[in-house]
């Protein structure tokens, strides 16, 4: 049997990938450190975790929201969790899920998947059988609202041009 080259077995990552994966952990620290010390950062990722919460044990809500989607002439995404191991994946996924556009694409017209979650959130908050179910809606109803006022009194603008200035522009109109 031939011998192996050394460089061939050798298993250890490059110094470049270990560089890289350590750069990715500092990011997701520094971002959860501001998760914890930033209000309006915990609030957002409370949230969502809200409203994932609402339709991940709740098929029947699930269900609704795909219909009342429907209706809208929209495909509605199930909203996703932003607990796990890499935090900073699961919040870009949970918030571009929220601010979703419709079919139609364009934020300026439409503001898709947020208005469809609202609506059903205020829907729920009246007609859930669950108190819990109900109880989750009105706060993240509540949420919703108050995040979104919050954002647009902001001072700092969101990049122009990006998914948070269209949907914004949205939401004023």
Not at 11 to 24: G, H, I, K
Not at 84 to 102: D, E, F, I, M, Y
Not at 123 to 139: E, I, Y
């Amino acid at each position: 049997m031939e011998e192996l080259d050394s460089e061939t077995t050798n298993t250890e990552p490059a110094p470049s990938d270990e560089a890289d994966s350590v750069s990715a952990k500092k990011l997701e620290l520094a971002i959860l450190t501001l998760q914890k010390k930033e209000p309006m950062v915990a609030k957002v990722y409370d949230l969502l975790h809200l409203v994932w919460k609402t339709y991940h044990f709740n098929p029947k809500s699930r269900r609704e929201l795909q219909a009342l989607g429907e209706e809208l002439g929209m495909n509605v995404c199930s909203p996703s969790s932003v607990k796990g191991t890499r935090w900073v994946p699961h919040v870009q996924r949970a918030l571009h899920v929220l601010l979703k556009q419709s079919k139609l694409g364009d934020l300026a017209v439409d503001s898709g998947q947020y208005a469809a979650t609202l609506e059903h959130m205020d829907h729920l908050a009246v007609a859930a059988n669950s108190p819990d179910v109900q109880g989750r809606a009105r706060k993240a109803t509540s949420e919703l609202k108050r995040t979104v006022s919050a954002l647009e009194n902001m001072k700092l603008r969101p990049k122009h041009g990006g998914m948070l200035q269209k949907f914004m522009g949205c939401i004023q109109e």
